[in-house]
């Protein structure tokens, strides 16, 4: 599963949907076709592109702690709080998060599951000092007694940093990482996602980007991931399912920094993609469809 923040399906856009104004062959190459509102779901060889609703009955613009718990918990969490809420998870529901995240119903059914970021020493000198402000991702893995990542295991090839290549790690936090190319990134992905029963990769500079809080260019950030699905895509084994899915919209459309009203995207893909796709709709529903093709 690949999870990445605030990316839905737009409007054809060449001005302000980076998709179009750039081109992204994940879309073209694969499903022969970029999606956008009025051509939102698309399907080639055995491959599926599709909307999700990511409001889910609640008025406001979707946020990421209640989407995200939505999509790792499988239950209408801003309905649950009253609101959409984020970035991170309200209050209410860490009880729902520890008892209901995908991670432990995977160890629960005594499956291994694996998240596949690292993170940078500054972050665990945060939860040291005390720090509780959490992703749902991470928050779920503390519950769930999953390990975090950490730079010495991306050195060793067990685990990917948050923005695929290392190179913003080595500029911005005086790492000195072996930069990876996205293809290599997106083959240790690949491999790692190979030894359990699941995997979680998390992609967040789709939502820096469209908030406008990413410091570099867009098209070479763009590139870098599309390079990066281009080739989990092309390269994913038969006997794997892949799943990947956004919490709510916002970079598809660059002329507000605001998350949008569109539904987010999905993608489906490898062994049992026809049956996620004909199961989800909405934000709840990853988790059960996913559990459901699991023996």
Known sequence: MIFLDGVGIGKEDYENNPFFRY????FSSIFGDLPSLQKSTLKRNGSFLFPVDARLGVEGFPQSG?????????????????KHFGPYPYSTLVPVIREQNIFKEFLTR???AFFANAYPKIFFDYL???????????LSCRLSGIRLNTAADVRRGLALTAEITNERWNKKLGYKLKTLTPVKAARRL?????QKSFTLYEYFLTDHLGHG??????????GILDEFLFTILSELNNDMTLVICSDHGNIEDMSVKTHTFNPSLAITSGA???SVFKEVTDLTQFKPAIMKIIK
């Open 128 to 138: 040291k000092s005390g720090g509780t402000r959490l992703s749902v991702t991470s």
């Open 66 to 82: 209640t989407g995200q718990t939505a999509i790792f918990c499988g239950m209408n969490a801003p309905k649950f709080v009253g």
């Open 110 to 112: 005594g499956k291994e």
């Open 23 to 26: 081109g992204f062959k994940t």
């Open 272 to 274: 049992h993609a026809e």
């Open 190 to 194: 690949l491999k790692l996602a190979r």
């Open 213 to 222: 809080r990413y410091d570099g260019d867009a098209q070479s950030l763009l």
